[in-house]
């Protein structure tokens, strides 16, 4: 089975603070994802990768960055935690491009005060 | 404009029953797909089932099957026999474009469905 991890399940930051989100998969996929989950929005990509250092903007790149350095782990990084960022974060990988289907991890209900 | 329509924020169903949820969706390629994904409580989204622009059979996993009607442009699920551990938060989604072409998922809003015993 396929078995994305985050790194946590709640995390609660002040404004202004750095943070990182770490996802890991551990079934040699080539394709990472980071969303983020809003009520009444739906799961909206704000960054994806088909490979190590690479990475491609999603719907809303804005106040987010991302790492990928190894082929399992996908970090996404708030640079100065805001208010507005306050969501649930979502990692999912896929196997390769064209491999259409997606596997989540658990989610990262994040808070910023 | 929505890519992607759930227009049932919520629905109730007894145990047993089946149940529809809706999807519509809007795009001007040829080439697409549509997945269903199921959110419990507990967050992690899982894969149902998925139904490609070209294949002229309904998708059909277990108890969830994918209702197409491509004029229509509708992907509505169809759960046969709930069951209590249904119950959860489901996201209709599409890859627009040719599968060589992009991974990307644009998602609905969901429906939270409720079965009840």
């Known amino acids: 089975d396929v078995k994305v991890t985050q790194s946590s399940r709640y995390l609660v930051k002040r404004t202004g603070e750095k943070v990182f989100l770490e996802c890991v998969q551990d079934?040699?996929?080539?394709?990472m994802f980071w969303y983020r989950q809003d009520p009444g929005l739906g799961l909206r990509l704000i960054y994806f990768?088909?490979?190590?250092?690479?990475?491609e903007k999603g719907d809303i790149p804005e106040g987010y960055s991302v790492s990928r350095e190894k082929k399992e782990r996908f970090s996404l990084i708030l640079e100065s935690a805001s208010t507005n960022q306050t969501s649930m974060y979502l990692c999912?990988?896929?196997?390769?491009?064209?491999?259409?289907?997606?596997?989540f991890g658990p989610g990262t209900r994040l808070t910023v005060l | 404009a929505q890519k992607i329509t759930q227009t049932q924020p919520g629905m109730f169903v007894q145990e047993k029953e089946a149940v529809t949820l809706d999807c519509t969706y809007d795009?001007?390629?040829?080439?697409?797909?549509l997945f269903w994904y199921k959110q419990p409580s507990s967050g992690e989204m899982i894969f149902l089932i998925y139904?490609?622009?070209?294949?002229?059979q309904n998708a059909t996993e277990g108890r969830y099957s994918l209702n197409f009607q491509k004029a229509r442009k509708s992907a509505n699920l169809v759960i046969s026999a709930s069951q209590l551990g249904d119950s959860a938060m489901y996201f209709c989604?599409?890859?627009?474009?040719?599968?060589?072409?992009?991974?990307?998922?644009?998602f609905g809003t969901g429906t939270r469905l409720q079965v009840f015993p």
């Open positions: 999912a990988s896929s196997l390769a491009r064209g491999y259409v289907t997606q596997y």
């Open positions: 079934m040699d996929h080539e394709n």
């Open positions: 990768s088909y490979d190590v250092k690479m990475k």
């Open positions: 795009t001007s390629d040829q080439s697409y797909g």
């Open positions: 139904q490609g622009s070209y294949d002229e």
């Open positions: 989604a599409m890859r627009e474009g040719p599968f060589y072409n992009t991974d990307k998922l644009i």
